[in-house]
């Protein structure tokens, strides 16, 4: 059987147009190289084999094919990659997120570089003890009193600038991350829509792909996230993928925040007498379950960080609370109102009841916040702290020496308890102590938190770097490939005028 006079010509065609086509897929590539978030791109092809199908019976001889065909175009891409990116992303997040929030927090506590309320209790039981050589002094009195008024202002710029922290914390989270996630939510969910009506169309939108990837990974870093494909049936045994999006939640459940061309939306809020702040998912995609909160069941991404930070309460929330299984900002407030409390409280005993020594300017209690020195003593210009201590019949006789009394509760050790029902037990020891073995917790943390983060960031760097290796151009290898196709093209063009040849040769020559 002969073969068709101008089978070849398609065989070479067919190779011309292909590798055109590879070689315009290179120029995209190039073009592209400092794209943020462009995923390179290749040339799917296929050889095209001899169809029999239009011939009633079978052919004898050599079946050689018709050459190549390309299908389309995609992308070097590694779905598994993105999976292991984007989970690392959230761990990254949240640990960034606390890292920051408990630096700041660190250096209000710093009892290291700076002098703090360490200096200043020292500095009041120095003066106490210069007191104990002329009790009846005013003006040595008025030196204590000075030293502890000092001390009470330390307490409150403490617990203002700890305040200052969590408000700018909820700031953050209010708008800056639920604002970033909503909008990343509504782009994502515009893109799919987008992608979906060029896919029907035909157009892969690679580029398309790019940026709706590239706002998934960013918002993996604020939620813990999981991508799935759903494919769609279009018609005509055809479907095109459409993409799918779900947080995942601490008790293993998942909540749809994409799903094609739906979003979900969230806020963020303080309810009033409340000092927690609750993430609620007021929009769900299909409406019929508004203002879930979520805010137990988000652990991971920078706004379960936000959340850890500003709800965290350690051994003051109850132990079936998922809040007590992290130390906070409001866990440290906490500790140091429970210093200021007892220390207040201590002091106003030794003195006595009818000449308390601190009040508070407000609130049931005392509090880091609002600790002052009583007014009676404050107004006083003679002796207020008592020389004597009060025995139990009521008079002084025989009474040890009520500084010396004060002075030994600096020294002594003393249970330190959270203040609510449970009554939960802090530490053992003195004022100093207590202050010191909040500030090394709180040291040891921050230090945890930066172990933590690193690792994460390493491993998410690692997964990042092997993602890149894939999808990234590579000018070296783009240039390779622009020599391999353009060789490829004009083999296939010496093909066309070889065959050219030989056909002119079969018509003009074989009949002479």
């Not at 190039?30 to 791109?41: A, C, D, F, L």
């Not at 990837?213 to 759903?230: A, C, H, K, M, R």
């Not at 995609?285 to 930070?309: A, P, R």
């Not at 000018?475 to 622009?482: A, F, I, R, S």
């Amino acid at each position: 059987m002969l073969r068709s006079t101008f089978l070849g010509f398609k065989t070479a065609t067919s190779a011309l147009t292909v590798s055109q086509n590879q070689m315009d897929v290179v120029g995209q590539n190039i073009s592209n190289v400092n794209t943020q978030g462009y995923t390179r791109q290749r040339l799917d092809i296929n050889s095209v084999s001899f169809s029999t199908s239009n011939l009633k019976y079978g052919i004898n001889g050599v079946i050689i094919g018709q050459g190549v065909a390309a299908s389309g175009v995609s992308q070097y891409r590694d779905s598994f990659l993105d999976l292991r990116y984007r989970t690392e992303a959230a761990k990254v997040g949240s640990q960034e997120v606390q890292l920051e929030a408990f630096s700041d927090l660190e250096e209000v506590l710093d009892e290291i570089t700076t002098d703090g309320l360490d200096a200043q209790f020292s500095d009041l039981l120095e003066q106490l003890h210069s007191l104990t050589s002329s009790p009846s002094d005013p003006v040595l009195e008025g030196v204590v009193r000075t030293s502890a008024e000092l001390l009470t202002q330390m307490f409150n710029n403490y617990s203002e600038q700890i305040s200052t922290i969590r408000e700018q914390q909820l700031t953050y989270l209010h708008d800056g991350a639920v604002e970033q996630v909503n909008q990343l939510l509504k782009n994502i969910s515009e893109l799919n829509d987008q992608i979906k009506a060029d896919n029907i169309s035909g157009n892969p939108a690679l580029e398309l792909n790019d940026k709706r990837n590239t706002l998934i990974d960013e918002l993996s870093g604020y939620l813990n996230i999981e991508v799935s494909i759903e494919p769609l049936d279009i018609g005509g045994g055809k479907s095109i993928d459409e993409t799918v999006i779900k947080l995942k939640l601490s008790d293993g459940s998942k909540v749809n925040i994409v799903d094609r061309d739906k979003y979900a939306e969230f806020s963020s809020s303080v309810e009033d007498g409340s000092s927690d702040v609750n993430v609620l998912l007021t929009k769900n995609i299909d409406e019929s379950n508004t203002n879930t909160n979520l805010t137990d069941l988000i652990d991971k991404g920078q706004i379960g960080g936000y959340i850890k930070f500003l709800n965290g309460k350690g051994e003051f929330a109850d132990s079936t609370d998922v809040d007590s299984q992290t130390k906070g900002v409001q866990y440290y407030q906490k500790m140091l109102d429970t210093l200021a409390n007892k220390f207040a409280t201590v002091m106003n005993e030794v003195n006595g009841s009818d000449k308390p020594l601190f009040d508070k300017r407000n609130g049931d209690a005392i509090t880091a916040s609002n600790i002052k020195i009583a007014d009676s003593w404050a107004k006083s210009s003679g002796s207020y702290i008592k020389n004597t201590a009060i025995n139990t019949e009521g008079d002084s006789t025989g009474a040890t020496d009520n500084i010396l009394t004060m002075i030994s509760k600096f020294q002594s050790d003393m249970e330190f308890k959270t203040s609510d029902s449970a009554d939960t037990s802090l530490f053992v020891g003195t004022f100093q102590e207590f202050l010191s073995f909040t500030t090394t917790r709180l040291n040891l943390q921050v230090a945890d938190i930066q172990t933590s983060y690193d690792t994460y960031s390493e491993t998410q760097y690692q997964i990042e770097y092997a993602r890149s290796s894939m999808s990234s151009v590579d000018l070296n290898e783009e240039g390779v490939n622009l020599l391999t196709y353009s060789k490829s093209y004009n083999a296939a063009a010496r093909l066309m005028t070889t065959l050219d040849e030989m056909l002119d040769t079969l018509i003009n020559e074989m009949a002479r």
